[in-house]
């Protein structure tokens, strides 16, 4: 048995304290290393940077202790129980890492826990205290660990049955507000860091219905004693990482539902689909796992071409759910979709890159994004989704009805979930002809090893009476969405082809899209404009001053680069149609209705 201790030794400073100790160590040296990413979030962390002291003992000896790597510490050998004693400094407000100050500590076992090498099949036990004082006396505890000794929302010891176990229940302490509701017989535990006004009765009617819907879907919750929902509020902040029998997520605190509103604002939306998202990997992807996160190393990375399998399927019935489960309405979910199809159109990178390939360079590309990724990457979340669109609907033509992709996934389940079988490229293609008896591998090369668009507007007409049409975006905030009836297009305008934001006073370019007049003219990303036509023009006025001048028009641009102010001289262009609007056609066949009921999840 291996024993741990964690406590905040230090909040002010944000140190926490692990004692870690090992009975009976390795007797040529034990050593200990901390992982390099944490399962979920594909890139490399090095979460050991962080540990800023170490030491090791033995009978009451101090032992030397060698640094073998980044990574990886070897004591001296001993033949007594071995201790070693660290501090971790934990400021990352993310769900990756760890964050501890006077309010509240969090941490993901990957932040703090060492892993003594060779035994990382041992069961382990965790001793989590709170940190001394008396300004301390009334946080709480929550995390999904398994309790040896611990009263509810109490401090106390904790065992996992291995390594890989103990660092997949992130722990949270602090004073949060608490929710719990019961799905499918097991509770379901929501914990709210951070000042807030959250309406939590809501919270948990919304949740139970969307979780229970997931279930609904496949049949089952994955075996477990509880559920946790663990949130940290922000001011402006979005993200969740899932987790065996929890999530981690981060919100803005105006996303939650507002005590005395009754409406789903965009922000509660969004935050509903991140809360489905991430629920939904407690299938795919935390039990139905590619064959390369089975016991991977987390020393280096794990390439996989199938994230968008996990990623991109989990992102389409994310929001799916939410109008399946009547929390959404069906022309808020076309809406969101439609914004999906307007990221993945705007991004000339998706001629560029695979999906294959967006999965596999994920821990070089999607993660560490720059300027001109939009160029150069798709991701494997939104195309991924619209793969996964695209192919539930063609199985639904092709079937008549009969089948969906809604029977790969119980099927995947089925396989690979329930009994722990990695998934191996070329599964889904082959259980996916298994379930539904139709031979897709002209789609599935396609969609995942082509960069030719997917054939989505003639599918969502033929097979669910869904209009679909790309127009020029109305400014740069337009991310599509519902066609409103009688609205006509935009009237066509101009466009520099860029992205930018403000730095209160002036436009700094942050994209500069390809074939743009932009690009073609060589402004660059960092460029700060000054002005155009020898005007000086405010950040606020540059969308609708650019877009409200004729197309052909020649104007002369300056900007800042590197402190050297430049001149540019560039004919307007009128903008691409990358916006993406989507309707509820109402002249529809029964059969098309009654698909799209049961795409929707609508009954009679
Ligand atoms: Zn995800």
């Known amino acids: 048995?291996?024993?741990?201790?964690?406590?905040?030794?230090?909040?002010?400073?944000?140190?926490?304290?692990?004692?870690?100790?090992?009975?009976?160590?390795?007797?040529?040296?034990?050593?200990?290393?901390?992982?390099?990413?944490?399962?979920?979030?594909?890139?490399?962390?090095?979460?050991?940077?962080?540990?800023?002291?170490?030491?090791?003992?033995?009978?009451?000896?101090k032992l030397d202790v060698r640094k073998l790597d980044k990574q990886t510490w070897k004591c001296e050998p001993c033949t007594a129980e071995l201790i070693i004693e660290y501090q971790v400094y934990a400021w990352d407000l993310s769900v990756r890492s760890a964050h501890l100050d006077a309010t509240h500590a969090y941490f993901n076992g990957t932040s703090v826990f060492l892993r003594a090498m060779g035994m990382e099949r041992r069961p382990c036990q965790v001793e989590i205290l709170p940190p001394e004082g008396e300004n301390y006396r009334h946080w709480r505890l929550a995390t999904t660990l398994p309790v040896l000794d611990a009263k509810p929302l109490g401090f106390g010891l904790f065992k996992a049955a291995d390594y890989e176990e103990l660092v997949d229940h992130p722990v949270e302490m602090g004073c949060f507000a608490y929710g719990s509701f019961d799905a499918s017989g097991v509770v379901h535990e929501i914990v709210i860091t951070g000042r807030h006004n959250a309406d939590m009765a809501r919270l948990r009617e919304d949740l139970k219905a969307v979780c229970q819907l997931h279930i609904g879907f496949f049949g089952e919750l994955p075996l477990m004693d509880r559920y946790l929902f663990q949130v940290m509020t922000v001011g402006d902040g979005y993200g969740g990482l899932e987790h065996r029998s929890s999530t981690s997520l981060v919100c803005s605190r105006a996303d939650l539902p507002q005590k005395g509103r009754q409406e789903v604002t965009e922000?509660?939306?969004?935050?509903?689909?991140?809360?489905?998202?991430?629920?939904?990997?407690?299938?795919?992807?935390?039990?139905?796992?590619?064959?390369?996160f089975q016991g991977a190393d987390l020393s280096k990375e794990a390439h996989t071409a199938l994230?968008?399998?996990?990623?991109?399927?989990?992102?389409?019935?994310?929001?799916?759910?939410?109008?399946?489960?009547?929390?959404?309405?069906?022309?808020?979910?076309?809406?969101?979709?439609a914004q999906v199809i307007t990221r993945v159109t705007r991004g000339s990178g998706r001629f560029k890159q695979t999906l294959a390939e967006s999965s596999f360079d994920a821990w070089t590309k999607f993660y560490q994004q720059d300027e001109n990724a939009p160029n150069a990457i798709v991701s494997y979340y939104t195309k991924g989704a619209l793969a996964a669109l695209a192919l539930d609907l063609i199985i639904r033509q092709q079937t008549s009805g009969s089948k969906s992709l809604d029977d790969v996934m119980r099927a995947l389940?089925?396989?690979?979930?329930?009994?722990?079988?990695?998934?191996q490229?070329?599964?889904?293609?082959?259980?996916?002809?298994?379930?539904?008896?139709?031979?897709?591998?002209?789609?599935?090369?396609?969609?995942?090893?082509?960069?030719?668009?997917?054939?989505?507007?003639?599918?969502?007409?033929?097979?669910?009476?869904?209009?679909?049409?790309?127009?020029?975006?109305?400014?740069?905030?337009?991310?599509?969405?519902?066609?409103?009836?009688?609205?006509?297009?935009?009237?066509?305008?101009?466009?520099?082809g860029v992205r930018y934001k403000s730095n209160g006073s002036d436009v700094i370019l942050t994209t500069v899209f390809d074939g743009g007049v932009a690009q073609q003219v060589g402004l660059s990303a960092g460029d700060v404009i000054i002005a155009m036509d020898g005007i000086r023009v405010p950040p606020s006025e540059l969308d609708e001053l650019v877009s409200s001048m004729p197309v052909d028009k020649t104007i002369t641009v300056h900007a800042f680069r590197r402190d050297e102010l430049m001149q540019f001289e560039l004919r307007l262009r009128p903008p691409p149609s990358d916006t993406c609007?989507?309707?509820?056609?109402?002249?529809?066949?029964?059969?098309?209705?009654?698909?799209?009921?049961s795409w929707l999840g609508i009954s009679d």
């Open 1 to 61: 048995m291996i024993h741990y201790k964690i406590q905040p030794c230090s909040p002010e400073a944000h140190l926490f304290q692990v004692v870690l100790r090992v009975p009976q160590p390795e007797p040529k040296g034990q050593a200990f290393t901390l992982p390099a990413w944490i399962p979920g979030s594909y890139m490399i962390r090095d979460f050991a940077k962080n540990i800023v002291t170490l030491s090791a003992q033995c009978d009451g000896a």
């Open 267 to 292: 922000g509660y939306r969004r935050f509903l689909g991140l809360c489905s998202h991430e629920y939904f990997h407690l299938w795919n992807v935390k039990r139905i796992r590619p064959a390369v």
């Open 307 to 337: 994230l968008w399998l996990f990623e991109g399927i989990t992102s389409y019935y994310d929001d799916l759910a939410l109008v399946r489960s009547g929390r959404i309405k069906p022309e808020s979910y076309l809406e969101l979709l």
């Open 413 to 423: 389940w089925a396989i690979h979930g329930r009994t722990d079988l990695g998934v």
């Open 425 to 496: 490229e070329g599964d889904m293609e082959a259980l996916t002809q298994k379930v539904t008896g139709l031979d897709l591998g002209d789609f599935f090369n396609l969609a995942l090893h082509s960069t030719e668009d997917l054939p989505l507007a003639r599918l969502l007409e033929e097979v669910v009476a869904v209009g679909c049409r790309l127009r020029p975006a109305r400014n740069q905030k337009d991310q599509g969405g519902i066609r409103k009836r009688g609205e006509s297009s935009p009237a066509p305008g101009s466009t520099l």
């Open 581 to 597: 609007e989507l309707w509820l056609l109402d002249t529809t066949t029964s059969e098309r209705k009654k698909e799209r009921d």
